[in-house]
């Protein structure tokens, strides 16, 4: 990997002339820890003693997606029913569950990915929690629409197979290329995930004594020796992962946000939806992230390795997705007017004093004020506030899209149609349940695999610069 | 398509054999055989709710026979059956029967054919060869084929809770006559309901010969036709008038709902709308005043509409009639009247200037008085005999239950029958009828269900249905009409003339040869032929009442207004109730019928349950007033609602120290202080669908105050109950979907519903030529016609494109079109609970609107207009909800029609989201497998439907299971039907070219039912087909057309026809919302007079968009 320092050496004389001031970079990892005390930490949290917090948790875990286990067995054998939709709002916390989630899994992918090409080497102490977020977002988020459809035994229709009826899939369906937008994501996201984990896992092998450990980390490991061949593929094939997964971080949520552009509906037909998805769910994503990263960061003691520097970048991420999610917002209501669609118009203004006024409200809150606070450094280096903003963040994601899935359908073109929407016990459970599905799979993430990518950070110390500790000046 | 077909006596062969056997176990009929039938069938088959299982196969014996267990089970007694030509004429298997029968209602009937799948009716239509219905029926005649299959009915006769077998209730029936004869009937009563059949009034006659001091009195608790005795009062004559409102240009209705609570009023819709429908701008179209204190489905359809309290009927018939008779005694009786006297004269005066095309009619329920007043004002306008016609009525000659009750509580009846109605439940409430019932010794009651007078009955009879029973009956001209058999009582029920003349000793007790006798006697001739006839045709010719003359005459009335007392004037503190019969479930004998209970309610749309209704006025009044949210972006709605569902206060009504509970409903467009309550629920000994729905309004009904009542007070409890409203909204919200003009506006701007849309101003739909293309050419041209848009527009290559046309102008909202589609396509139904969750399921729903002319204003509108507007499925050329189908499984085909592939549907809910007029309905539950109340258990509940209820489902349209969507079809089945019928003909004529379907062919289910041919269906491809037509008018428009749905539903623009000269003339109200709403002004604001309505220039010239080819 380059490094920036190097450019120094050939600069041009004239930056001598003027002398700029050296601005030092924030470190990112604190304390000059050795590569030792990384691998050490790091190791440790998957091969220490299980702690009792950990079992607590798990249980804990384990019960609340239980109520997704049994939320969904009551569906399938009873009916959608069983949830509280009607006649005219037939989508509501499935998709907006669906969205919620798969926005969340953005993150990971744009950390890895993006921050990746862009050099970006605060990603490295992050990107694999947030890798795993991804997939276990992902994971959560593919549960709705596959489960929120009446006839879940043939939902098989929807993949391209080969059938004697001659009836094929419609390509003109948006709700078509979620299936492939999605599980397309979902591949290559965990492809990522794998690849970047492959020599932690190695070291992980070698570091382990007990039998069953060397044979799952060996497996998993798929012989990794360092060797410098090992490197130089391993380190083409992540960036063409990085590639591969840019255009997907956009795509994703884009092809999402078709499910409700390409439609006809007052609040849904809108063009602005791409990016405005996309920007929310990067934003939506960074909340989540910080949402995980912090209580790790204070249960391991990982300062040194997620300084403030990151936590700051990550503020700053949210305060900029947040602002361009505001802007949207405002956008479609200027466009409302602009067009002059009457009908379009109702739909804004309904969704902001409309009976479903108050999730608006929650929505502009927590999207566009909260994000605001990140302007100020002193929020941002109060990390318990930065956790609050962070679920704030979080909540108002979820309502944001429950605004426009709802609402717009709630009142469409014919007032004698129009319905109030509320959820049934039932999805609520199943909806707080994923939460717990989610925290089952990070829980066993943290329990069984390298948290951060060892490998990475060390590349970012001081110590793996060939120039450390030398005065270029 | 109809094919009458009579059933022929079966063969000796068809009786017995041959036999047939699937093994040679079942030849020697061995115990392990039998064993291993048993196994085979259904589960749950031997606990069958209601039904015993044993009987219920004996029942099912046809489909036995299909089912190739042998004939020896088939049903078909030689007795019962008629005979017959040489062979089973026109019977394909597989293919439905149609017969003649009628369904009696009080003292009318409506004629129709009942359509037969091996044996069972499963849907009623209106039978064509009675020209004054025209083939329509109405939403009670569509909905009373289910009751046949009630699981519910009484299934046995019995004698103080025990079974009493056939051999013992004859016994039973012939002793009452024995035990009678001497005294000559002392002792012995009957209370009947009404009834039109000549057999029953042959019966009366013979009973009373033989018992001349027995009492024969008739109760029904809702009147539907004018009193005899208004008639005998005005013309010295046993009269009623027959209304000729397709002849009526200026009609007046005085609290008379003539389009649906009359007895004629299927007859009066057809032709109401005769007058009504408007073509070309020099049609003419008629006027309707309707005075009313509740909001019916005819003040709906009113172009100028007054709020007055029943009570004050008379004082505006007086008035009216001050100034139209000579008779200065009128206009002092009117005094008193709140009305502007400008209202009175414009109204007058438009009567006054059209002499004999004018009509003023009274409302059944008004006292005679009003009856009077109206038949004074037809007289003095020279309507007798051309806009009403009078025919001679016998008089029943019956007592009354007000004779009757003194007879009782003096222990002069020993023996009391109570023959159909229910007393118990709905006599009035001074009379106390129940405790009246404990001074009589026996009581033998005949009824089709074990119901609250049932059950003070020491002998309960089963009754058969209508369409299990031979009877005879008289539509409301007097056209006599047969009541056939469809099925043998699936109860073992008896017919009432058989009951009678076994009461009566009659030599003869069989109902057909009953019937027979009266019939052929009547008819003439040669007998068998004459019932033959009349079986065939469902009519018997010429038998209507006779058309007499009469004289109206001021002299004999005098007695009727030196009686009549001072209305009221009505105030919060003492109000006027008015008691009405439930559009649905109508004096309460329908309750169990789930497809009524189911169906909303034209004007407040509650389903499940009826509510004190009460004006706006009087809900703020009493502090009920629907608070809105802090920021009103709609208007506000009618009541609270809680999640979706009306959230009605419940409150307690006291009439003459009488109460009642129930919740209300505010009702806009009602009179200030008069509260409506609907009869006929909160029923006590009921089946399961009619259980717990509703109050009972009974409760304060007297005898001497039957209708409306004054003096009544309500108090608003803290209490609350949830009300399945299947519409929240009221308001159009300004929006472009019905659209209204004025008559006189149309005749200058006949075009006006392009001006008004969307689509105005959005390019024209079909591009600049499309609109001249067929179908199938514009989708050739594809992307040039519009937009170059890159998706493919299916082809349309079939040969003929379907399409329909609803007229707005003509449609009463009388729901006559949901059930009748409910029956044809199976429709379930999902009971409160689901329909308060907005998961009713029907594939034709019905939108009333109010208008109150003003869009910024929040409040509910006290006197509004009412729009309605029938929605279903209008298979969109460019469906949206095709587009988002990810499997397919809503598709085009070739004839435009969007269908539906259910088995391929997965269920994703994407098509009813992008459905734009949200029809598309999603079964998110096992509706048809699980019972209501149990959907939620899912495999745990009880299976549900009764084998009984399935024998009603349309074999040819295919049952839903949970998770697809479903939508209307057009009514597909029977478009293939007609086809593969076209072909069969065409093929046999030599000419396999003729592919295309005459015009008619194909009716859908909602066109065949509808009174008003409101609704067209055919072929749009064919220029002289009668849509193509309807679309080729200049008001023809399709609903939110400027989405580019290109939709083959559209509409026939809304028009009024308000005299310019009345005090409330106006543009249309939801025209003035509209325009307020896009900020345009509305024309002719206000009073008609200062600015000339509807000026050409204020809207834009019109440019025909979109329509049909």
């Known amino acids: 990997m380059s490094h920036i320092e190097d450019a120094t050496a050939e600069a041009p004389a004239i930056l001598a002339e003027v002398a700029p001031a050296h601005l030092p970079r924030p470190v990112l990892v604190a304390n000059n820890r050795s590569f030792g005390w990384i691998t050490e930490k790091i190791c440790n949290i998957a091969e220490e003693k299980t702690p009792v917090w950990w079992w607590w948790c798990f249980g804990v875990a384990c019960f609340v997606a239980s109520f997704t286990v049994f939320g969904l067995i009551y569906l399938v054998s009873t009916g959608v029913g069983v949830w509280g939709h009607r006649n005219p709002v037939n989508w509501a916390w499935d998709i907006v569950n669906f969205v919620f989630w798969i926005g969340i899994g953005h993150a990971g992918t744009l950390i890895s990915a993006i921050l990746c090409l862009l050099r970006q080497k605060w990603r490295t102490s992050i990107n694999r929690s947030a890798e795993a977020m991804t997939i276990f977002a992902v994971v959560c988020a593919a549960i709705f629409p596959v489960f929120h459809v009446g006839r879940i035994w043939y939902a098989w229709f929807l993949f391209p197979l080969p ?7 419609n390509f003109r369906s948006p709700l078509e290329w979620d299936v492939f937008a999605v599980s397309t994501y979902g591949t290559v996201s965990v492809l990522f995930w794998y690849v970047g984990m492959v020599p932690d896992l190695a070291t992980l092998r070698d570091r382990a004594v007990i039998k069953w450990k060397q044979i799952f980390y060996g497996v998993l490991a798929m012989g990794w020796r360092n060797s410098s061949r090992h490197w130089s593929n391993y380190e083409m094939a992540y960036l063409i992962l990085a590639g591969i997964s840019t255009p997907l971080v956009l795509s994703v949520h884009t092809i999402v946000s078709f499910d409700f552009a390409v439609s006809l509906i007052p609040g849904w037909h809108t063009t602005i939806f791409p990016p405005y998805f996309v920007a929310g769910a990067i934003f939506s994503g960074f909340g989540m992230v910080l949402t995980l990263i912090l209580p790790l960061r204070a249960v391991y003691r990982l300062e040194d390795l997620v300084t403030q520097y990151h936590i700051d970048c990550m503020c700053k991420i949210t305060l900029a997705t947040g602002t361009m999610v505001g802007y949207a917002y405002a956008m479609e209501f200027f466009i409302a007017w602009y067009g002059a669609n009457p009908n379009e118009g109702f739909a804004f203004i309904n969704r902001a004093f409309g009976p479903y006024a108050w999730a608006y409200w929650i929505m502009i809150t927590c999207n566009v004020i909260t994000p605001q606070l990140f302007w100020f450094k002193k929020v941002r280096q109060n990390i318990p506030l930065v956790w609050i903003l962070s679920i704030f963040v ?27 929407y509320s959820p049934s016990f039932v999805e609520i459970f199943t909806f707080f349940g994923t939460f717990g599905v989610f925290s089952v799979l990070f829980l066993l993430f943290i329990r069984f695999l390298p948290i951060m990518p060892m490998a990475e950070i060390k590349a970012v110390t001081p110590q793996a610069d060939p120039h450390s500790g030398h005065d270029h000046h | 398509m109809k094919r009458k077909v009579i059933h022929p006596a079966p063969t000796e062969r068809e009786l017995t054999g041959p036999r047939y056997w699937r093994s040679l176990d079942e030849l020697a009929d061995t115990p392990g055989f039998r064993e291993h039938l048993e196994r085979e069938f259904p589960q749950g088959a031997s606990n069958l709710d209601g039904v015993d299982r044993r009987q219920f196969f004996k029942l099912m014996a046809a489909s036995f026979a299909l089912g190739g267990i042998g004939l020896a089970g088939c049903r078909r007694p030689e007795s019962y059956i008629l005979p017959y030509g040489k062979s089973v004429e026109g019977l394909v298997p597989g293919l439905p029967l149609y017969f003649a029968t009628a369904m009696p209602l009080r003292k009318s009937a409506i004629p129709l054919l009942a359509e037969t799948h091996q044996g069972r009716p499963t849907k009623l239509e209106g039978n064509p060869t009675y020209a004054p219905h025209g083939g329509a029926s109405s939403l009670l005649a569509q909905a009373s084929v289910l009751d046949l299959y009630d699981p519910d009915r009484a299934t046995a006769h019995t004698k103080n809770g025990a079974g009493l077998d056939v051999a013992g209730l004859n016994d039973l029936l012939a002793s009452i006559g024995k035990n009678y004869s001497a005294a000559g009937g002392a002792g012995l009563a009957f209370l009947a309901d009404e009834s039109s059949s000549p057999t029953r009034a042959a019966l009366v006659a013979r009973l009373k010969a033989k018992f001349p001091k027995a009492i024969w009195a008739e109760y029904e608790p809702v009147q539907d036709e004018p009193p005899i005795m208004a008639a005998q009062a005005a013309f010295g004559q046993a009269v009623k008038p027959l209304y000729q409102f397709a002849k009526a240009r200026r009609i007046v209705s005085l609290d008379c709902d003539f389009l649906a609570a009359e007895s004629g009023s299927l007859y009066y819709s057809r032709e109401f709308a005769k007058g009504r429908r408007v073509r070309t701008k020099d049609d003419e179209m008629n006027r309707l005043y309707v005075a009313e204190s509740g909001f019916t489905i005819t003040g709906g359809m009113a172009d100028h509409r007054l709020r007055l309290a029943s009570s004050h009927m008379v004082l505006l018939a007086a008035a009216l009639a001050s100034r139209i008779t000579s008779n200065s005694d009128y206009a002092k009786f009117a005094e008193g009247l709140d009305v502007d006297p400008k209202w009175l004269d414009a109204c007058a005066d438009d009567l006054l200037a059209n002499k004999g095309t004018s009509l003023v009619v009274a409302g059944a329920h008004q006292p005679a008085i009003v009856h009077v007043l109206a038949y004074a004002i037809n007289a003095a306008l020279g309507n007798i005999g051309e806009t009403v016609d009078f025919v001679a009525v016998e008089p029943s000659g019956a007592a009354t239950l007000a004779d009757l009750a003194p007879a009782i509580t003096a222990g002069q009846v020993k023996t009391l029958v109570i023959l159909g109605g229910n007393p118990a439940y709905n006599a009035p409430a001074d009379l106390e009828f129940a405790t009246l019932l404990k001074n009589v010794p026996e009581v033998i009651r005949y009824g089709g269900y074990v119901d609250e007078t049932s059950q003070l009955a020491g002998v309960h009879i089963a009754a ?22 469809m099925i043998l009582p699936l109860f073992g029920g008896l017919t009432e003339i058989e009951v009678l003349a076994r009461i009566a000793g009659e030599p003869t007790v069989d109902p057909y040869a009953l019937v027979f006798n009266t019939i052929t006697k009547i008819a003439g001739g040669d007998a068998q032929a004459a019932f033959n006839k009349l079986l065939h045709d469902g009519l018997l010719e010429n038998s209507a009442y006779e058309k007499i003359p009469v004289e109206f005459s001021a002299l004999r009335t005098g007695s009727l207004f ?10 919060k503190a003492s109000l006027e109730v008015r008691f009405a019969a439930d559009y649905k479930v109508d004096d309460g004998r329908f309750v169990n019928n789930g497809w009524l209970q189911e169906c909303p309610d034209p004007i407040t749309r509650l389903t499940w349950d009826n509510a004190i209704l009460i004006s706006p006025r009087l809900a703020k009044e009493l502090g009920v007033d629907p608070k809105g949210s802090l920021f009103q972006v709609a208007r506000r709605e009618l009541a609270d609602f809680d999640k979706g569902n009306e959230n009605a206060f419940i409150a307690e009504v006291t009439v003459g120290g009488r109460k009642v509970r129930g919740p209300l409903h505010i009702q806009p467009g009602l009179s ?23 109050f009972n309004a009974y409760l304060v009904r007297t005898s001497d105050a039957s ?62 030529d499309g609109a001249n293309m067929t179908p199938a050419e514009r989708a050739a041209e594809g992307p040039k016609i519009r937009g170059n848009s890159l998706y493919v527009t299916p082809e349309f290559t079939g040969p003929q494109q379907w399409g329909m046309s609803i007229d707005l102008n003509t449609c009463t909202g009388c729901n006559a079109c949901v059930v009748a589609c409910q029956a044809e396509n199976n429709i379930p139904i999902v009971g409160k609970d689901q329909v308060s969750r907005g998961r009713e399921m029907h594939w034709i729903r019905i939108d009333r609107y109010y208008s109150s002319g003003s869009a910024d204003n929040n409040d509910i509108p006290e006197d509004p207009q009412a729009s309605v507007q029938p929605v279903a499925c209008s298979q969109c050329e460019l469906a949206p909800c095709e587009m988002v189908c990810p499997v397919n499984a809503t598709v085009h085909d070739e004839e435009g029609l969007n269908v539906m592939a259910y088995n391929r549907c997965i269920g994703t809910r994407y098509c009813a989201n992008n459905c734009p007029y949200k029809v598309r309905r999603f079964n998110y539950f096992d509706w048809n497998k699980r019972s209501i109340g149990h959907f939620y258990e899912g495999p745990l509940g009880p299976d549900g439907m009764p084998e009984l209820l399935k024998m009603v489902k349309n074999p040819e349209v295919t ?24 072909k069969v003909k065409v093929a046999q004529a030599g000419d396999p070219a003729d592919i295309v379907l005459p015009d008619g062919a194909v009716r859908t289910a909602c066109q065949q039912a509808c009174p008003v041919e409101a609704i067209v269906f055919g072929n749009i491809l064919n220029p002289d087909s009668a849509v193509s037509k309807a679309k080729a008018q200049e008001q023809d428009y399709a609903l939110l057309a400027y989405l580019n749905t290109r939709p083959r539903t559209t509409y026939l623009g809304k028009l009024r026809n308000p005299n310019p000269a009345m005090p409330d003339y106006t543009v249309p109200l939801s025209r003035k919302e509209l325009q307020q709403h896009n900020g345009t002004p509305a024309e002719g604001e206000g009073s008609g007079d200062d600015k000339s309505p509807g000026d050409p220039n204020a809207v834009a010239p019109a440019a025909k968009i979109g329509g049909s080819s």
């Not at chain 2, 030196?562 to 105030?571: G, I």
Request: with cysteine.
């Open chain 2, 959 to 982: 049952i839903r299971i949970r998770g697809v969507m479903e939508k209307c079809t057009y009514c597909v089945q029977r478009i293939e039907g007609a086809k593969i019928q076209h």
């Open chain 2, 464 to 485: 058969a249905h209508y369409l299990e029973s031979w009877g005879d009956a008289r539509t409301v001209d007097g056209t006599i009409v047969p009541v056939q058999p």
């Open chain 2, 562 to 571: 030196a009686s009549a007392s001072k209305p009221a004037v009505f105030s």
């Open chain 2, 707 to 768: 209708e409306f009542v004054p003096g009544a007070t309500i108090t608003v409890t803290s209490e609350r109950m949830i009300l399945a409203n299947t519409q929240e909204h009221w308001s159009m919200e300004g929006r472009d979907l019905v659209r209204e003009d004025n008559f006189d506006d149309f005749q200058r701007n006949p075009g006006y519903v392009h001006a008004i849309g969307l689509e105005a101003h959005s390019p024209p739909i079909y591009g600049e």
């Open chain 2, 672 to 694: 200030n202080y008069t509260i409506v309550l609907p009869l006929g629920y909160g029923r006590s000994a009921v089946g399961h669908v009619g259980l717990g729905t509703g």
């Open chain 1, 394 to 420: 979080n909540v108002g994601m979820w309502f944001e899209r429950f605004v426009i899935i709802a609402t717009s359908l709630a009142r469409d073109f014919l007032p004698s149609s129009w319905g109030y």
């Open chain 1, 163 to 169: 059938n004697s009826n001659l009836v094929w899939q």
